[in-house]
């Protein structure tokens, strides 16, 4: 596609509950990001694929995440057992190789209530 | 300490102005220094890239980079309301992956 897609674009979900979000890629990028904003802060980086494989997950906060990519295009994301504190803005981007140069979908806005 | 900071702002001035927008960093193999520009409710975009030291200009954007000081900068010349949003610095090593590390941004207002 023309930019990264993601979806839903606004999920509400209730405490405890499972979550995916998706992420699509531009076609031809090899790396893919995922990051999490809060409110008034730059986005904290979550995990990379480098092709189908994660190549750093050391961002991901503890076991209730966990993301994949089979294919080595399209991304999900999947948070278990949901806490209020997951609330926030999950940004997916992509790029060409790995040199780090980031194109950025428009982010899935989480809420747990 | 945080590897990459940054003055969340605000930081607003009048139409025209030249803009100053920094951020430190601890990281000595940090190479690749960004500038990402987010407005409300979308994700950032790429502003301006630099690789290892050097100036960059592009328009209206000029974009530092100082290692022996761990310091970059942006500047924004001639300044319009349009450039409001929030600036976040970013950079990334060549070694162990490309994980790019976000300042936590400066936001930005200029008045018209």
């Known amino acids: 596609g023309a930019g990264v897609s993601q979806t839903p674009s606004n999920k509400v979900t209730e405490k405890g509950k499972y979550v995916e979000l998706r992420c699509d890629p531009i076609?031809?990028?090899?790396?893919l990001y995922w990051y999490r904003q809060s409110l008034g802060q730059g986005p904290e980086f979550l995990i990379y694929?480098?092709?189908?494989?994660?190549?750093?997950d050391s961002g991901l906060p503890n076991d209730r995440f966990f993301a994949v990519r089979p294919e080595g295009s399209v991304s999900t994301l999947k948070i278990q057992r949901t806490e209020r504190g997951d609330s926030a803005v999950y940004l997916c981007?992509?790029?060409?190789?790995?040199?780090?140069?980031?194109?950025f979908g428009s982010g899935t806005r989480l809420t747990v209530v | 300490q945080k590897e990459v900071e940054q003055d969340p702002g605000p930081l607003s001035v009048p139409e025209g102005a030249i803009v100053s927008l920094n951020c430190t960093y601890s990281n000595s193999a940090f190479q690749y220094f960004m500038w990402y520009r987010q407005y409300s409710r979308k994700g950032p975009e790429l502003l301006m890239y630099t690789y290892s030291s050097g100036n960059k200009e592009d328009g209206r954007f000029t974009a530092q980079v100082d290692k022996s000081s761990k310091y970059i900068s942006l500047f924004i010349r001639d300044s319009q309301p349009s450039d409001s949003a929030t600036y976040l610095c970013a950079m990334s090593a060549t070694t162990g992956g490309f994980k790019t590390i976000f300042g936590a941004g400066t936001r930005l207002f200029v008045k018209a």
């Open positions: 076609s031809g990028h090899t790396a």
């Open positions: 981007a992509s790029s060409f190789r790995d040199r780090g140069l980031l194109t």
């Open positions: 694929f480098q092709g189908t494989g994660a190549a750093d």
